[in-house]
Nanobody, 112 residues
Framework: QVQLVESGGGLVQPGGSLRLSCAAS????????MGWYRQAPGKQREWVAG????NYADSVKGRFTISRDNAKNTVYLQMNSLKPEDTAVYYC?????????WGQGTQVTVSS
């Protein structure tokens, strides 16, 4: 069992930056592939970054960076050059084999 808690969301102006954090507990963090997803109002949840790789969705490539600190059991999403279309609830996901776990999400709003 893995518990995930996201933080770092908020309101930011277009062109601004935010860093999201996802703190994990309950199991051996380093064994899990970690990814970030997002869900905008009225849309399906979509993959953003990571999940066993350092790949990124085309919509965020070059602007977002995923990283992890296994010593702190935390995965990060650095988001730069934010756009209004990045507005969504951002979720982290932990995967290992057939098991996956989600956090509760953190709201990111990009607006002037």
């Amino acid at each position: 069992q893995v518990q995930l808690v996201e933080s770092g969301g908020g309101l930011v102006q277009p062109g601004g930056s935010l860093r999201l954090s996802c703190a994990a507990s309950g199991s051996i963090f380093s064994l899990y592939a970690m990814g970030w997803y997002r869900q905008a109002p009225g849309k399906q949840r979509e993959w953003v970054a990571g999940g066993g790789s350092t790949n990124y969705a085309d919509s965020v490539k070059g602007r977002f960076t995923i990283s992890r600190d296994n010593a702190k059991n935390t995965v990060y999403l650095q988001m730069n050059s934010l756009k209004p279309e990045d507005t969504a609830v951002y979720y982290c996901k932990a995967e290992r084999g057939s098991r996956s776990y989600w956090g509760q999400g953190t709201q990111v709003t990009v607006s002037s």
